[in-house]
Nanobody, 118 residues
Framework: QVQLVESGGGLVLPGGSLRLSCAAS????????MRWYRQAPGKERELIAS????????TYTESMKDRFTISRDSAKGTLFLQMNKLKPEDTAVYYC???????????WGQGTEVTVSS
């Protein structure tokens, strides 16, 4: 069973940066599509970016690609999200998600909270 644990969230000033991590345990040698989502208070969960574990093909939601960078450690199955020039509207709980490329199983972390405020 894959378990995901996000870390790296916190309080940051507008214009600041954060790097989120998503550590995976129980991961096999399979390929996964690894994604970051976020959910702001009172809003629906939205996709930020995705990347394949093997190959590292990354895609972004258009509105976020200029400030956010997704990356991964393919050997460990660790997922990262570098967030720069943060804005108050980036305040949200950030979640990582892995989907098995073979079986389509979905795994979610518990989320890490990011607050952008002065």
């Amino acid at each position: 069973q894959v378990q995901l644990v996000e870390s790296g969230g916190g309080l940051v000033l507008p214009g600041g940066s954060l790097r989120l991590s998503c550590a995976a345990s129980g991961i096999t040698g399979s390929n996964y599509v690894m994604r970051w989502y976020r959910q702001a208070p009172g809003k629906e969960r939205e996709l930020i970016a995705s990347i394949t574990r093997f190959g590292g093909i990354a895609t972004y939601t258009e509105s976020m690609k200029d400030r956010f960078t997704i990356s991964r450690d393919s050997a460990k199955g660790t997922l990262f999200l570098q967030m720069n020039k943060l804005k108050p509207e980036d305040t949200a709980v950030y979640y990582c998600n892995f989907r098995g490329s073979l079986n389509g199983n979905d795994y979610w972390g518990q989320g890490t909270e990011v607050t952008v405020s002065s």
